[in-house]
């Protein structure tokens, strides 16, 4: 069974900095893209970033882009979600995805606070 675990959330203070990371296992990691989501509160959940299987192009919301970066590590199987300059609004739990054998994969998500 596909497992994917979020870590590295927390609160930082506006400007500030965070990395996620995405912990995959039981499937091949390095042969699917992967994507970043996030859900603030009482909002709908929403797409944040993408990245190919080999890391090689990379996409992102208009909201993110210029101070997010997302990349792999195939060897390691885990996903990335560098955060810089963060606001406010990105204050929500953010999720890695996958499809997979015909299925959505979600982690549990990992919870960001960006607040004074």
């Known amino acids: 069974q596909v497992q994917l675990v979020e870590s590295g959330g927390g609160l930082v203070q506006p400007g500030g900095s965070l990395r996620l990371s995405c912990s995959a296992s039981?499937?091949?990691?390095?042969?699917?893209?992967m994507k970043w989501y996030r859900q603030a509160p009482g909002k709908e959940r929403e797409w944040v970033a993408g990245?190919?299987?080999?890391?090689?192009?990379?996409n992102y919301a208009t909201s993110v882009k210029g101070r997010f970066t997302v990349s792999r590590d195939n060897a390691k199987k885990t996903l990335y979600l560098q955060m810089n300059s963060l606001k406010p609004e990105d204050t929500a739990v953010y999720y890695c995805?996958?499809?997979?054998?015909?299925?959505?994969?979600w982690g549990k998500g990992t919870l960001v606070t960006v607040s004074s």
């Open positions: 039981e499937f091949a990691f390095s042969r699917y893209s």
């Open positions: 995805y996958t499809y997979y054998n015909g299925m959505d994969h």
């Open positions: 990245i190919s299987t080999s890391g090689g192009s990379t």
